[in-house]
């Protein structure tokens, strides 16, 4: 029996991502131990749980069956939930999460000739749950955000492709 999907306690949706969720694993969790299943880019996804508990398998979801030592990082709202385990032993899983003390910045390495409006946003395949603009648009926010430049923000309207055109002031 599955613990059905969830966010955990104080979840937020909005653009800043100020909370990582750690998932680590001390054992090897095959499938029939039960591992935690997550659905990308539900962190965008503002829904009450008792509108996502009931259902049961959902298109694109991840499952976290893994070696012992693993880890999985993800966006502290992320919808998961623990599938159901047919073996007889316990699975054993640490979860903590580390929360934002500052403001970011983009501080990290940049490739010279990077341009996020030419970035590939999706895989071929990806499954977008709700709106796709909307979903995109959540997406650009977030990243200028985590770049320390919110206020420079702007969704423009691309007609070839809806996706947004991130720009500069």
Partial sequence: VTNGWHNDGGSTHKPNLDC???????????????????????????????????????????????SA????????????????????????????????????????????DFQPKDAKHAQPGFYFHREHHRTINDAAEMFYWLCGMEDEYRSVNNLDNNLPIFLSK
Avoid: C
């Fill in 69 to 112: 030592g693993s880890i999985f990082l993800t966006a502290y709202s992320i919808w998961h939930r623990r599938t159901s385990s047919t073996a007889s032993e316990v699975r054993n899983l640490i979860k903590y999460w580390y929360k934002r003390t500052a403001p970011p910045e983009r501080d990290w390495i940049q490739e010279q």
């Fill in 20 to 66: 990582l969720q750690v998932f680590y694993l001390p054992q090897d969790t095959p499938k029939e131990l039960g591992p935690t299943e997550f659905l990308p880019g539900s962190h965008l996804l503002f829904s009450l749980q008792p509108w996502m508990r009931h259902y049961g398998s959902i298109r694109g979801t991840v499952l976290t069956a893994a």
